[in-house]
């Protein structure tokens, strides 16, 4: 139990769609990063957000965007779906802190695009 | 991130030490090593990390060589829930939090 809330926990939607993801960090900690993991691969990074503001991106399109709240939760939006976001997409979030990094992860939301 | 190399699977008899390598021969002098796993449809949990010294923890020790180009997460007694796949990550030094995963080792004990 990482304190880490992530919903929907599955979601199926259509080509085209947009879809929302929510996140929910830690007490306390100010830094939340997307992880996307398709079927059998590592979690790839989308992004981090530290402080309301986009900190780091990955390779991946602007219609992944995100948001950052005030809380420090979290949102992951991903406009125009193709079924290659087909994934488990992974919230986790951290302190910024060099020597104590630890992430700490939610379940994730298992997001299916007919 | 300094890449990493991992096997793709092991095998491990419950009960017995389990020991992961993990090549980062790219390494630099101030980047840390971490260790996660993943059980089957869970998020990533964190094992443990180290710098330059062997460090051990109630989950693991990670053993480091001295010249720091591969380590090992060493799991002293394997049990059945210890079967997952483990990440062994370098996190890119300017870019803390960005953790490059990999495929990482599929771990499998067996009774």
């Known amino acids: 139990e990482t304190g880490v809330t992530q919903s929907p926990t599955h979601l199926i939607k259509t080509r085209g769609q947009q879809v929302t993801l929510r996140c929910s960090s830690q007490?306390?900690?100010?830094?939340v990063s997307w992880y996307q993991q398709a079927l059998g691969q590592g979690p790839q990074f989308i992004f981090q957000y530290y402080r309301e503001e986009e900190n780091g991106r990955g390779n991946f399109p602007p219609r992944f965007s995100g948001l950052q709240f005030p809380n420090y939760s979290s949102e992951l939006n991903v406009n125009a779906l193709e079924l290659d976001d087909s994934a488990l997409y992974l919230c986790a979030s951290s302190l910024p802190d060099r020597n104590t990094g630890e992430l700490f992860f939610g379940e994730g939301s298992r997001l299916t695009v007919l | 991130d300094a890449k990493t190399t991992q096997p793709p699977s092991m095998d491990c008899a419950e009960g017995r030490a389990a020991n992961l390598p993990c090549n980062h021969s790219?390494?630099?002098?101030?980047?840390?090593v971490y260790w996660y796993r993943q059980i089957h449809s869970q998020g990533p949990q964190y094992i443990i990390h180290?710098?330059?010294n062997n460090e051990t923890n109630e989950m693991a020790s990670l053993i480091i060589t001295e010249d720091r180009k591969s380590s090992t997460l060493i799991l002293p007694h394997a049990t059945l829930r210890d079967t997952a796949v483990y990440y062994c990550i370098v996190p890119n030094r300017n870019n803390f939090n960005k953790f490059y995963f990999g495929s990482g080792t599929k771990l499998n004990v067996k009774p």
């Open positions: 007490s306390g900690h100010n830094t």
């Open positions: 790219t390494i630099s002098g101030n980047e840390y």
């Open positions: 180290g710098l330059k």
